[in-house]
Structures are given as structure tokens and as C-alpha cells.
Nanobody, 125 residues
Framework: VQLQASGGGLVQPGGSLRLSCAAS????????IGWFRQAPGKEREGVSC????????DYADSVKGRFTISRDDATNTVYLQMNSLKPEDTAIYYC???????????????????WGQGTLVTVSS
């Protein structure tokens, strides 16, 4: 199972970035892809998730209306479009895959068993 996150960088407040998570075929067997972030000195936070089979998504309240998660079936890639970025969005962002029952995706980390390396997002003027 392989996941590779990319797309981080330095952006000014109010700017945008698009993160990518390239997933192996085996990763998709686990049904859910989640994006998480961890800022220095803070706990890891579930940002967004998508259930591969039906496209159902979920977002943390802190990013609703600003971030959009999507998938590309042809390339097994999940994107996180981040708009109206704020300094508090600064963190290392990780994508992960995990299995769960039901039709929705979990935003908490315990179901996620396989993690990609992080990509750093810095929002600063």
C-alpha cells in the first residue's frame, strides 16, 4: 500500500494550494482516503475524507467552505483544493487510507492504517 502526498509550499494568507495524494491500487481497497494535518505543538486533526466507492465526503468545521476534496479515478489520485488559506492552516498535511463500515468516510484517525509522507503547507506573509 503506497500513498504519496505532494503540493505543499509557502503561500500568502488568502491564497490557494492544491495537494495531491497518489494512491496505489491496493490502497483503494481500504475504501477511504483521508487528509490530516499536524501543526507544531498541536494534535493531529482530520481535515477531510472521501469514500472511494461512492464519493461521499466530509470536512472539519474549520475548513468547510474553503477546502474541497476530490478524486480522479483514472489516476487514483485524491486532491485537496485549499482556498482562502489562513495562517492557522499552517501544518504538515498527510494523506492516509483505511477501512470502515457504512457509506460515509471517517475523519478521525484510528481507522486509517496506512499513511503517506507529509507535505508542508506554510501560510504566511
Amino acid at each position: 500500500v503506497q500513498l504519496q502526498a505532494s503540493g505543499g509550499g509557502l503561500v500568502q494568507p488568502g491564497g490557494s494550494l492544491r495537494l495531491s495524494c497518489a494512491a496505489s491500487e491496493k490502497a483503494l481497497d481500504y475504501r477511504n482516503i483521508g487528509w490530516f494535518r499536524q501543526a507544531p505543538g498541536k494534535e493531529r486533526e482530520g481535515v477531510s475524507c472521501i469514500r472511494w466507492s461512492n464519493g461521499v465526503t466530509d470536512y472539519a468545521d474549520s475548513v468547510k467552505g474553503r477546502f474541497t476534496i476530490s478524486r480522479d479515478d483514472a489516476t487514483n489520485t485524491v486532491y485537496l483544493q485549499m482556498n482562502s488559506l489562513k495562517p492557522e492552516d499552517t501544518a504538515i498535511y498527510y494523506c492516509a487510507t483505511g477501512w470502515s463500515y457504512g457509506n460515509s468516510c471517517p475523519r478521525s484517525s484510528p481507522p486509517y492504517k496506512f499513511w503517506g509522507q507529509g507535505t508542508l503547507v506554510t501560510v504566511s506573509s
